[in-house]
């Protein structure tokens, strides 16, 4: 059996990154703190960034999924496509290359791969373009989890649980 202590899950004395419960995944730590399951909006120009899911401490090398769903449908005038952005080490990219059109919503979903003693910083969901025009968009389930090699269902960081 699984407790959290302090914001983390602890079994057997260990930190733990992953549980299983009758072989289906159940829980993958999501290293962001400040997220939700429920959808939030955010109306904005410029780069129009919805607040940043944020991660605080160095996790170790291997490598991480990060991933968040988003609507880019709610704005019929918006021509502007919405990426997922993460910040390691004070750099700052959209590592997948994919976005969200104009008229879609869907899930982005990539991998980072993390150097010994590098640290993921944030993730955000955010337009790709500059815009003199106010913009909305809809988004939920941001996460950083460590990547397993299956897809991980949201969950959120144990001490938004707790809080």
């Not at 904005?44 to 919805?50: E, N, P, V």
């Amino acid at each position: 059996m699984a407790d959290i202590i302090n914001g983390t899950w602890i079994k057997d004395g260990k930190a733990v990154d992953t549980i299983y419960q009758s072989g289906v995944k159940v829980y993958g730590r999501n290293l962001l703190s400040n997220t939700s399951p429920e959808m939030s909006t955010v109306t904005a120009s410029s780069w129009g960034s919805s607040p940043a899911g944020v991660a605080t401490g160095v996790y170790g090398a291997g490598t991480y999924q990060v991933s968040v769903y988003v609507d880019n449908t709610i704005d019929a005038n918006t021509n502007l496509n919405l990426n997922l952005y993460t910040a390691v080490n004070g750099h700052i990219g959209n590592l997948s290359g994919k976005s969200i059109q104009p008229g879609s919503k869907g899930t982005i979903s990539y991998t980072i791969t993390l150097l010994e003693g590098q640290s993921i910083r944030s993730a955000w969901a955010g337009f790709t373009n500059v815009s003199n025009v106010a913009h909305s968009y809809s988004y939920k389930q941001i996460m950083i989890t460590k990547y397993t090699g299956d897809d991980t269902p949201y969950s959120q960081a144990p001490e938004d649980i707790l809080n």
